[in-house]
């Protein structure tokens, strides 16, 4: 088992930024692929990025050149940096490790809350 730590979410103003970070309790971290996912209320979880051992990186459309993945295998640690945050980014954010080692074992984080409002 993995367990995932998010942390630094929180309100802002349209068009501020906000850093998301996940710990990952493994000393395996290099193996996995690390990704944000994100839900809203009322509304199915989507993939927000993914960064790859490699730091290979993929964004869904909405957020692309606005949010940047980044990962710290030193620290075990991947991070969320959104800037210019819109409305409708607000839903509550996951961690998510997928272990290319096995391609089957998946974890994921318990989420943290991102409003965005004036």
């Known amino acids: 088992q993995v367990q995932l730590v998010e942390s630094g979410g929180g309100l802002v103003q349209p068009g501020g930024s906000l850093r998301l970070s996940c710990s990952a309790s493994?000393?395996?971290?290099?193996?996995?692929?690390m990704g944000w996912y994100r839900q809203a209320p009322g509304k199915l979880r989507e993939v927000v990025a993914t960064?790859?051992?490699?730091?290979?990186?993929t964004y869904t459309d909405s957020v692309k050149g606005r949010f940047t993945i980044s990962r710290d295998n030193g620290k075990s640690t991947v991070y969320l940096q959104m800037n210019s945050l819109k409305p409708d980014d607000t839903a509550v954010y996951y961690c998510?490790?997928?272990?290319?080692?096995?391609?089957?074992?998946?974890?994921w984080g318990q989420g943290t809350q991102v409003t965005v409002s004036s």
């Open positions: 960064v790859t051992p490699g730091s290979s990186t």
């Open positions: 493994t000393s395996s971290f290099a193996f996995y692929v």
């Open positions: 998510n490790a997928f272990d290319m080692r096995t391609r089957v074992n998946n974890y």
